[in-house]
């Protein structure tokens, strides 16, 4: 499925929660008590989100398309799996939110942290159906298996530890590639950030000191894992030509990402870090490529 409907539901939740997002005490901070009137517009505005999201992708995405019944679709061997990641990571940080709004309308952690995985996948799952009755995709049961791990992992944490350990980020740099088939990768920066595989890389940022217990490591600092990929001009393979004209012929490969970089809250100091460690700060990063063998240094990487 295209990231770009699964991100639109993202950012339509990050529209409830900005100001707020990530912090037991601020604009937002948690009730200490069950508070009906918070809950109830985080509520309301939530069935809004959800009507504006299933609306708003049908006439704007979906009726594009013809129209099928329903069926499967198995889409894995596409964009070197870049996708099933971009999936797994939306419905984490779908769920991270969720459980910020939950904590603010006073909901127990613990009936939180299950409202928030569920809410992930609910959304992600009502875009998978959408997709299901699209000739041009169809309900894809690798998608599912990454949503249930996002949401799984969020929620997994906090039953663990009560607290995100462990973040799921992402990044994006500009491409050559979007160039020889717009159609597909993006024609302009927006639509590329959101299209272009080449350009995303996603991370699962540890929050070292919070493993360490006491020590002297600063409590800002992650160490990240980075799953990338390029190469890619076509979804299975690359095309030789794109509308009658030849386009070069590029290496499909993963890329092995490791580096450090700063949190802007911690785990430690609330149970969810702010909503702007969704994205990766540009450090410098280690880059393996299994498929060559080589490994370099970049001393500048988003």
């Known amino acids: 499925m295209n990231y770009l409907r699964t991100l639109a539901v993202l950012n339509l939740f990050w529209f409830l929660s900005l100001s707020g997002y990530g912090q037991e005490q601020g604009f937002l901070p948690a009730s200490a008590h069950f508070n009906r009137g918070r809950f109830n517009v985080v509520a309301a505005s939530e069935v809004g989100v959800a009507t504006l999201a299933t609306v708003g992708l049908e006439y704007l995405w979906y009726k594009k398309f013809p129209k099928s ?85 969020f929620t997994g944490q906090q039953f663990m530890w009560g607290r995100q350990r462990m ?18 990768l993006g024609r302009n920066f927006p639509q590329r950030m959101i299209k272009d595989y080449n350009g995303q890389t996603y991370w699962l940022s540890f929050n070292l000191s919070s493993f360490a217990g006491k020590s002297n490591i600063p409590r800002w600092l992650n160490a990240d894992f980075g799953f990338g990929a390029e190469g890619m001009t076509g979804a299975i393979k690359n095309p030789s030509m794109v509308d009658g004209k030849p386009i070069p012929s590029f290496t499909r490969e993963r890329k092995i990402f490791f580096g450090l970089d700063g949190a802007f809250t911690t785990a430690h100091s609330t149970p969810y870090p702010g909503w702007i460690n969704i994205f990766r700060v540009p450090t410098p990063v280690i880059q393996w490529k299994p498929k060559e063998g080589k490994v370099t240094f970049k001393p500048f990487y988003f």
Do not use: C
């Not at 041009?136 to 690798?142: D, E, L, V």
């Open 69 to 153: 019944h329903f069926h499967f679709f198995n889409d894995d061997a596409e964009w070197l799996k870049m996708d099933k990641v971009g999936h797994a990571t939306t419905a984490y940080n779908i769920a991270a939110i969720q459980y910020n709004l939950m904590r603010w309308s006073g909901v127990r952690t613990g009936t939180s942290a299950w409202i928030a995985g569920a809410t992930g996948l609910a959304y992600m799952t009502m875009i998978e159906i959408m997709d299901g009755f699209s000739s041009q995709w169809g309900f894809s049961p690798g998608d599912m298996a990454a949503n249930i791990s996002g949401s799984l992992i």
């Open 167 to 184: 973040e799921m980020r992402f990044s994006f740099h500009h491409t050559l590639y979007a160039k020889y088939n717009p159609g597909e």
